[in-house]
Structure formats: C-alpha cells, structure tokens
C-alpha cells in the first residue's frame, strides 16, 4: 500500500479549515488506520521535505518573518510552509520571496509562522500507533534515530553552524518581505531563544540590544578579580558577540541563540549609555546573568581596541590589586 504525504496533509488542511493545530490533531487521529510500519515510511518522508528547505535562503527568510530562525525554530518554520500542501511548499521554495510575501496572513509579531505540532505530527502518530511514550523505550527511539540518520540526515545534514553562514543584506535579496516585516516588526528589537540547560525547550524573548546582551549567560564582560564588577569591552569584541549569534541550545549548560547580526557603532553608544544607567539590581530580577554593577573603562577601550591586547591589560590593569 502506497500512501502520498501531501494527500495527508492537504485532506486535513480542508477538514479543519487550515488551523495548524487542528490539522496535526486531525491527522494523528487519521493516521492511526495505517500501519506502523507506512507512518514510520511516513516520518522518513517528512524528514526529507524538510531537508528541502534546509538551506540559508529559507533560514533568513524565517528571521524575517518570525525574528528568529534556527535549529529547531528552522524546523518549525518549514513545517509551517509544508502545512500549506505542495503547492504551497513548492512555490515557497521556488520564490520566497515574492509566494510568502503575497501569500503569508498577517499574524502578530514575533514568532508567528511555526508550528511545533506539525514538526511532530508523523512521529507522535507512529508512537500512538506501537503504545510507546517518546523516550520511555530506548530501543525505539535509538532504531528510528539511527534510521533518520542513515536514510536521510547524513544525505543532507542540517545547519550546525550559524557563524559559518554570512550575514546576507537581507533587503536587497529579500525587498517584498523586508518591506512587509522587517520594519513593521523588528524595528529596534531583537528576538532570541533562551535555553535553561538540559531537557529545556527554550523560551523566545523579544528585546533591545542591551538587554539581550545582559541576558546572555556569556556575554563578554571584563570582570574584575573579586567578581563584583563587570566592564563593557570595545566595539570590536561586543560587534563580534552579536555576529557570532549566540550558539543556541548547549545542551546541559545554559544556552541562547538569535540570529547573526552586524552591530553599528551608535548601537553600541546606546547599548552604554543604557547599560549604564539600569538599576542594576532591578534589572536581575528579569535578567539572572546581569552584573551587580556595570562600568566601562574609556581609557582602556581606547587604548587597546584588539580583543586579545585588551584582554591581556584589563587583567594587569584589575587583577592585580
């Protein structure tokens, strides 16, 4: 018995009036008719729609439009696209810029075309199918990693590495979509995903630059011997911070992910003048990794603006007193 995955998806689509949620819900429901052994071929032709859309064209066309694209939220946004059936999917593919910016309702900002249900659906239904809880029978979920791995993953491996990829002029490749998101959405915030260490799914924030700098548990700050200060660095190290896109889920330790940006010199003025004027203690209550206090050595910045030379001399400079 052959079963189409597009006739799956677009069946639903049609029952349940394109809410994403109620489709995926449909299609466990309906998907329980076929064997396991069709909906394990089923999650293998999932994977391998989604690997069509693994590509840094379709990943900077989810920060646009959500705020942030990357590892997982990549996944969630072609499962979106893929929701739509393979008219939808193909043309989104073939012409992001002009389908998606004509064809994408308007939702509200940030984060609104994903779906992680639909990311699911085929490997919640095969489990529901055997009467296995995901993660509750090693073997299981070994043999259908392994077989992802080898029938398709290892064909067309995903991004692992965000800071390999440019940071593209996202106007000039993407006019039709930056004009219809960026500015209405993004103005002067960032979006980014905060991971709390092992087993956490993350939380998307929405930000302005200082914050997501104090927000991340290893922004470059020059801390002072004892621990109790913490000095802004030069541009040059704060820029390459922000282009390094944080790395995402660490898996045990904390983690924090948005994507790459290149900052301008005025952003990092106010990112000082604002990081200078917080109420310190106030702000980590909402920020754990902010610093109690928050200086910045004018003379030092100025005088060694080299990562290495500057590091090297704030630590003769406040780590020898």
């Known amino acids: ?30 998907l329980q008719n076929l064997s396991s052994d069709l909906l394990f071929q089923l999650i293998i032709d999932f ?23 990357f590892e997982e939220e990549l996944e969630y946004f072609l499962s979106y696209l893929i929701a739509g059936g393979k008219d939808f999917w193909d043309q989104a593919l073939a012409n992001p810029d002009h389908f998606l910016s ?5 939702r509200p900002f940030p984060m609104a075309y994903r779906s992680k249900s639909f990311r699911e659906v085929f490997v919640e239904a095969y489990y529901l199918k055997i009467n296995v809880t995901p993660g509750e029978n090693e073997d299981i979920d070994v043999a259908l990693t392994e077989t992802l791995h080898e029938k398709v993953w290892e064909k067309h491996p995903w991004f692992d590495n965000v800071v390999a990829h440019p940071i593209i002029d996202l106007e000039g490749v993407f006019p039709l979509l930056y004009s219809r998101f960026w500015k ?9 995903k905060k991971y709390g260490g092992m087993g956490d799914e993350g939380t998307i924030r929405l930000g302005k630059i200082w914050q997501l700098y104090i927000d991340a548990p290893y922004a470059p700050f020059g801390w002072t011997k004892d621990r109790l200060r913490a000095y802004i660095p030069p541009f ?24 790459p940006f290149e900052l301008t010199v005025d952003q990092y003025l106010e990112m000082i003048d604002r990081l200078l004027s917080i109420n310190t203690i106030n702000e980590k209550g909402k920020y ?13 910045n100025n005088e060694f603006p080299d990562e290495s030379e500057w590091r090297e001399n704030f630590v003769a400079k406040y780590h020898s007193r």
């Open 184 to 192: 209405r959405a993004h103005g002067d915030q960032k979006v980014y």
């Open 47 to 69: 994977e391998e729609r989604l690997l069509e859309g693994n590509t840094l064209e379709m990943m900077q066309v989810g920060y646009l439009v959500n705020g942030y694209c």
């Open 1 to 30: 018995m052959n079963v189409n995955i597009w006739d799956i998806i677009d069946e639903a689509r049609e029952k349940t009036n394109g809410d994403i949620d109620d489709q995926a819900s449909y299609m466990i429901g309906q």
């Open 236 to 259: 040059v190290i704060v820029k390459d911070f922000f282009k390094s896109g944080g790395g995402g889920d660490a898996g045990m330790s904390p983690g924090i992910g948005w994507n």
């Open 288 to 300: 754990f990794y902010c610093p109690r206090e928050i200086r910045i050595d004018l003379e030092l």
């Open 102 to 106: 004509n064809n994408l309702e308007d």
